[in-house]
């Protein structure tokens, strides 16, 4: 069973600083990665997405992946009371059956950290 | 900026009728999902869907689960007869057809419950 491992929290930061949120997952065949925001009673809500190695920034965003530990991370500088919500990490499962990333492979989610910010 | 809609928002049912959930995809988009969430649980994949077949389906998506695209713009979920534990918020999602995008968004979701 593939897995994505998250921790639940909730994490506290104050509001201005930088919140790191962190996920791994254990299948080595995984080549796309998501991070959803969820507000409580909402949508999961695209923020990020990272296919390679190393960093990429988007705003106050940055998805950092590192394939070989199987780890990748969201950081969320100047943080605001507004990113209060529950980060969901997300891995495409690769299907073995077919060579390389498939267009719709199904996405397995983390339980999500929460995250507060505290004003 | 194009987003996927869902209705009903909310579902309410007896135990053992069916259910019909609505999804509209994101016009150009041409790779369709279901996911549930149970309060307090993690997103779970239902179904992908693609040229009008399914393309993958999870152990939950069972000979009580269908999906139709019955027209150029609805993509449904049905549930033949549905259970208690069917109770759930679930969520459709559509990706584009691009050469190296598979992003997947999602719509606001149907809240199911079962009685």
């Known amino acids: 069973q593939k897995e994505v491992e998250q921790n639940s929290g909730p994490l506290s930061v104050p509001e201005g600083a930088i919140a790191s949120l962190n996920c791994t997952y254990s299948?080595?065949?995984?080549?796309?990665f998501f991070w959803y925001r969820q507000y409580s009673g909402k949508s999961p809500e695209l923020i990020m997405f990272?296919?390679?190695?190393g960093d990429k920034e988007d705003g106050r965003f940055t998805a950092q992946l590192n394939k070989a530990s199987q780890y990748v991370s969201l950081l969320i500088r100047d943080s605001q009371p507004s990113d209060s919500a529950t980060y969901l990490c997300?891995?495409?499962?690769?299907?073995?059956?077919?060579?390389?990333?498939?267009?719709?492979?199904?996405?397995?989610f983390g339980k999500g950290t929460r995250l507060h910010i505290l004003p | 900026e194009p987003e996927v809609t869902q209705t009903p928002s909310h579902q309410v049912t007896q135990m053992g009728q069916e259910v019909i959930l609505r999804c509209v995809p994101i016009?150009?988009?041409?790779?369709f999902y279901w996911y549930r969430q149970i309060l307090g649980q993690k997103v779970e994949f239902l179904v992908s869907?693609?040229?009008?077949?399914?393309?993958?389906k999870s152990e939950i998506f069972d000979d009580q689960f269908s999906v139709e695209r019955p027209d150029g713009s609805n993509f449904t979920l049905k549930i033949r007869s549905t259970k208690l534990e069917d109770s759930a918020m679930y969520f459709c999602?559509?990706?584009?057809?691009?050469?190296?995008?598979?992003?997947?968004?999602f719509g606001p979701g149907t809240r199911l419950t079962v009685t």
């Open positions: 999602a559509s990706s584009e057809v691009g050469q190296t995008t598979y992003e997947q968004y």
């Open positions: 299948d080595r065949g995984s080549q796309s």
């Open positions: 990272i296919y390679s190695n």
């Open positions: 997300a891995v495409n499962e690769e299907r073995p059956q077919l060579l390389g990333m498939n267009r719709d492979d199904k996405i397995i």
């Open positions: 016009s150009n988009h041409l790779y």
């Open positions: 869907f693609y040229n009008n077949e399914i393309s993958e």
